[in-house]
Every structure is written in structure tokens, then in C-alpha cells.
């Protein structure tokens, strides 16, 4: 999911449908990586982090999986809600510094 | 526990004034990053303070500067704005900045007329 430009890619889903957003990262030497929600008019919030060492970390409603063959990460969302509306996109670290991806816009009917 | 806060939240300037923009983050936390975000570019690094000492800084003109104090409170400036600058300035903290989870401020909208 990256994007070109000022439009977002998006995903539009029926409210209970699963959702899968995806990111690739650029830096193949990144061995940490979250996912993040910017609902509008808010900063963006933490939802689920995994480190290289790992290929799958799941929480509550999501999951996340880590391809580092093709650098690839993968968040998926079960039984989406409309609270769950907003953008998501993907940080790598290496160090101190978290490169940011652009981001996904999901869109939730109910 | 609290989260990170910014000051002000809003904020409406004019070509050529200058800006600060102040960033209190969760209580423990050490590091504090900050970032601008636009529909363009999405979110960008500006730079990281840690103790107190710039520890990294992103691809941006020397007008965009900052400052941490001893309470681990940070502050960002720009001088001599230009429209350019219009954007969400977000603050974001975290334990030790090393690979961490970062926690973001609901940032400062700036305009720039």
C-alpha cells in the first residue's frame, strides 16, 4: 500500500468482512516494525508491533505478518467495524529513526 | 497515564513570522521525536531529542530547530515561515528512542498564510 501523490490507496469494506492492508518496506536491514491508526484529527496510534525474528504476532482483532524475503508486512483486521475507519500505515526501524509508509485509508459501511 | 500532549493545537501565521511549538511527552519517557505530516509527503522526521542533546535530524532546513529541556518537555521552532510550512506537526515520545514503539501527540495544526 504504498501511495503516489496526495491520494491514499483504500479499501473499502462491508462492516464484519476481514481486512488485510499491506505495506512494503524498503530497508531489508529493519528488524522492527508497527503498524499504526491516524484517525482524522488525531495523531497516530500504536495497534501492533513485530520484530524480524518473528513471521506472525497477533492481538486482539489483528493480526500482522512479516515477509522479509520480499519485504512485505501484512496487517489483518477481523470482523471489521466502523470504528475501524481511518488510516493505517507502517513504520520499519533500524536505530532511532522510523521510516513511515504512506499509508492505506479504510473505509468501513456498516 | 498521561499521554503526550501538544501545544497549541491549532495555530494561524503569516509568510516570514516565526513558530513554537511545544510537545510534553508520556512521564518516563526520555526520547522525543518530531515529525511533519502532509497530504503530499505524508509523515516526515524532523529530528530526535534525547537527555536533552539532538541526537538525530532529518532532511530539513536549518529554519526548523528544537530544544528539549531537563523535565524531557520539548519544544520545536521555525523561523521565517513560509506557506510551505502549513502542516500537522506531530511530537511523538518513547522510553529510549532505540527501536521502541513511539507514542504520538494529536499534534499542532500549522497554517501558514
Known amino acids: 500500500g504504498e501511495s503516489v501523490g496526495l491520494h491514499l490507496p483504500t479499501l473499502s469494506v462491508q462492516e464484519g468482512d476481514n481486512s488485510i492492508i499491506n505495506c512494503a518496506y524498503s530497508n531489508s536491514a529493519s528488524d522492527y516494525f508497527i503498524w499504526y491508526k491516524q484517525e482524522s484529527g488525531k495523531g497516530p496510534q500504536f495497534i501492533i508491533d513485530?520484530?524480524?525474528?518473528?513471521d506472525k504476532r497477533q492481538g486482539q482483532r489483528v493480526t500482522v505478518l512479516l515477509n522479509k524475503t520480499v519485504k512485505h508486512l501484512s496487517l489483518q483486521i477481523a470482523a471489521t467495524q466502523p470504528g475501524d475507519s481511518a488510516v493505517y500505515f507502517c513504520?520499519?526501524?533500524?536505530?532511532?529513526?522510523?521510516?513511515f509508509g504512506r499509508g492505506t485509508s479504510l473505509i468501513v459501511h456498516p | 497515564k498521561a499521554g503526550v500532549t501538544q501545544t497549541p493545537r491549532y495555530l494561524i501565521k503569516t509568510r516570514g513570522q516565526q513558530v513554537t511549538l511545544s510537545c510534553s511527552p508520556i512521564s518516563g519517557h526520555r526520547s522525543v521525536s518530531w515529525y511533519q505530516q502532509t497530504p503530499g509527503q505524508g509523515l516526515q522526521f524532523l529530528f530526535e531529542y534525547f537527555s536533552e542533546t539532538q541526537r538525530n535530524k532529518g532532511n530539513f532546513p536549518g529554519r526548523f530547530s528544537g530544544r528539549q529541556f531537563s523535565n524531557s518537555r520539548s519544544e520545536m521552532n521555525v523561523s521565517t515561515l513560509e506557506l510551505g510550512d502549513s502542516a500537522l506537526y506531530l511530537c511523538a515520545s518513547s522510553k529510549t528512542g532505540y527501536e521502541e514503539t513511539q507514542y504520538f501527540g494529536p499534534g499542532t495544526r500549522l497554517l501558514v498564510l
Open positions: 513504520a520499519e526501524n533500524r536505530g532511532y529513526i522510523p521510516t
Open positions: 513485530i520484530r524480524s525474528n518473528m
